[in-house]
């Protein structure tokens, strides 16, 4: 069964550096290109990150994506209190032929 | 740049209901289009993608055989036609463009959403 596995929730404080974690295997993330959106509650998801680690235009450079064989990271660096938000990975899956998205990391900022 | 979903609304388990994306602002017909939803607390979930020139659609097993994507390109729109509504589709639809010509996971552009409630 194809799925993108993210942890529940994250947190940090202020200035800190969070990693958000998405492991899949060899039918996605292995294959191909990983891509990354934040959600803020009651609005749209916003494009962070694609194809790995390229951000997606007026993106902070706070944000960095990585991916190392079926696992993929989302980096969030001087954390500020607009980043609370979920955060969820999404792929293709050769398998499903068609997008897989993790089940989302809700990140508080204490 | 801007997509706006239309079409949401209240149906009954077993009806029908059409969603319309309106896109502006960008070349339509060169890119993906997709659509996603969100159940209520849940989280996205991929419901189907076209490509540009409807070369390719692709379904979420969830929505195989009830739900059909289609675009047309002269109107810069893209459409959900979802039939034998059940209360598992009960969800925030949003509309979103991709990138490339074929589909891929990346979105770059989203709209509003539009809710679908499934209830007798």
Known sequence: QSVLTQPPSASGTPGQRVTIS????????????????QQIPGTAPKFLIYINDHRASGVSDRF??????????????????????????????????????????????L | ????????????????????????????????????????GKGLEWVSSISSRSTDVHYADSVKGRFTISRDDAENSVYLQMNSLRAEDTAVYYCASGIRER???AMDVWGQGTTITVSS
């Not at chain 1, 500020?80 to 089940?103: H, I, K, P, T």
């Not at chain 2, 740049?1 to 994306?21: A, D, H, I, N, T």
């Open chain 1, 22 to 37: 998405c492991s899949g295997s060899s039918s996605n993330i292995g294959n191909n290109t990983v891509n990354w959106y």
């Open chain 1, 64 to 109: 960095s994506g990585s991916k190392s064989g079926t696992s993929a990271s989302l980096a969030i660096s001087g954390l500020q209190s607009e980043d609370e938000a979920a955060y969820y990975c999404a792929v293709w899956d050769d398998s499903l032929n068609g997008v897989l998205f993790g089940g989302g990391t809700k990140l508080t900022v």
């Open chain 2, 1 to 40: 740049v801007q997509l706006v979903e239309s079409g949401g609304g209240l149906v009954k388990p077993g009806g029908s209901l059409r969603l319309s994306c309106a896109a502006s602002g960008f070349i339509f017909s060169s890119f993906n289009m997709n659509w996603v939803r969100q159940a209520p």
């Open chain 2, 103 to 105: 589909p891929g996971g």
